[in-house]
């Protein structure tokens, strides 16, 4: 019947899959980031190109809707529909865990697919890490026969993807001198390193590129970043973008918003990250050790409804770094003035991630509500001091809420 339907829509829209190239961009971190470098460095390049998340539907920069997790099989045909008659060349989809559970990819044949870092440390349970990984792999299904796949070679679970997989150009990148695409020479704040092609490519335009470095350099901080880059640089040089126009896309690509997101500010440092698991607080906190500060506020938002599982491992990762980090503060918060029924924070969650702050001796403030929250770190730091804010969907006003607390502090 699944099939059916897809054949039903291919004949009311004329196959639209099969007119543009796809590129789907899967992982457990990274995905909105490496896309959005992906779409920009092809724009750039003079590319069509539209792009496909759960949050957001764009077309040659102009952003048509959102909510696409609601979304059905006939929907994402009439949005490749809308995408065709606008002349879009390339479609970039950000493939999440929810596509894997649903029928919406049937139909799709990925021209390339590009995994950023696969995090199972999360994961505490042996069956749920298979059926993560093999939800991983399943991507693959959807791989056209002479398809191409992007991995990070530095990522053990990247490789485990590859296992028996024929049939397909494989490209790596990574830091690690077995990558096809790595960098040296690198800075983390901000993000500056030489592109390192190690082993000749064929772009799908058939002109060779042979082995040679080129200067990135970006207005992104932290080393997570760093493979993200070279995720994205890989793609476009595949996809015929000369290496001297991607060092200039980079250059003038804009920050992403809450990915390490930099708000703008003559008295404070404020960065904005959807930190969502304990591998993307890791590259937070690392991250920031190479920003200069006074002192430190960290904001979080803890998340709900998803069990205490992760709010138990996101807390640990917390106390492992908040002692060690030069004159830190936390405060957490439920948002309660600000999440939806769906993303609102159960007692038991916001109680165990408590209970290992004190275990590990982590001395906290903490508000229901995110606007009170975020008023603390405002009321107490001084001229550059660093405010973090993270968190997933309870913080997703943060922006919003901290702007106007400065405008009314001012």
């Known amino acids: 019947m699944l099939f059916e339907g897809v054949n039903i829509y291919n004949k009311i829209y004329d196959y639209p899959f099969e007119k543009v190239k796809k590129i789907g961009v899967a992982g457990t971190n990274g995905k909105t980031t490496t896309a959005k470098m992906i779409c920009h460095i092809l724009r750039d390049a003079g590319v069509p190109v539209g792009f496909i998340s759960k949050d957001e539907i764009s077309m040659n920069e102009e952003k048509t809707e959102g909510d696409f997790k609601n979304s059905n099989i006939e929907k994402l045909f009439k949005i490749f529909d809308r995408m065709i008659k606008m002349k879009v060349e390339i479609v970039v989809i950000e493939v999440d865990d929810w596509c894997f559970e649903t029928s919406i990819l049937q139909g799709i044949n990925f021209d390339m697919i590009v995994y950023t870092s696969i995090e199972i440390d999360h994961i505490k349970n042996t069956e749920e890490i298979k059926k993560y990984m093999e939800g991983q792999k399943s991507l693959l299904n959807y791989l056209l026969d002479n398809g191409i796949v992007i991995v990070n070679t530095d990522d053990k679970s990247n490789l485990k993807l590859l296992e028996n997989i024929k049939n397909r150009l494989i490209i790596t990148y990574g830091l690690s001198s077995r990558a096809t695409i790595t960098a040296s020479s690198i800075d983390i ?14 772009p799908l335009n058939d002109m060779d590129i042979e082995p040679m470095e080129f200067p990135i350099a970006m207005n992104f901080i932290g080393r997570h970043n760093v493979y993200n880059t070279l995720a994205a640089v890989s793609a476009a040089l595949i996809y015929g973008v000369l290496p001297e126009n991607i060092i200039k896309a980079v250059r003038n690509l804009k920050r992403i918003k809450r990915r390490m997101y930099k708000i703008d500010h003559h ?3 404020i960065i904005d990250d959807r930190c969502h698991n304990p591998s993307s607080f890791e590259a937070v906190f690392e991250a920031i050790q190479s920003v200069d500060y006074e002192s430190l506020y960290i904001v979080n938002a803890i998340i709900g409804n998803k069990g205490i599982e992760i709010n138990k491992r996101n807390a640990k990762i917390i106390s492992n770094w908040v002692n060690g980090l030069k004159s830190a503060k936390l405060i957490t918060t439920c948002s309660t003035d600000v999440v939806d029924k769906k993303d609102v924070v159960l007692e038991d969650e916001r109680d165990v991630f408590h209970q290992v702050l004190k275990e590990n001796e982590i ?7 995110l606007k009170d929250a975020l008023y603390i770190a405002l009321s107490n730091a001084a001229r550059n001091d660093l405010i973090l804010l993270l968190g997933s969907s309870g913080m997703d006003e943060g922006e919003n809420l901290i702007r106007k607390l400065l405008k009314e502090k001012k």
Do not use: A, M, S
């Open 189 to 202: 704040v901000p993000i500056k390193f030489n592109c390192c092609i190690q082993r000749g490519i064929t």
């Open 363 to 369: 001395l906290f403030d903490h508000k229901n509500q």
């Open 267 to 269: 008295k404070y440092q």
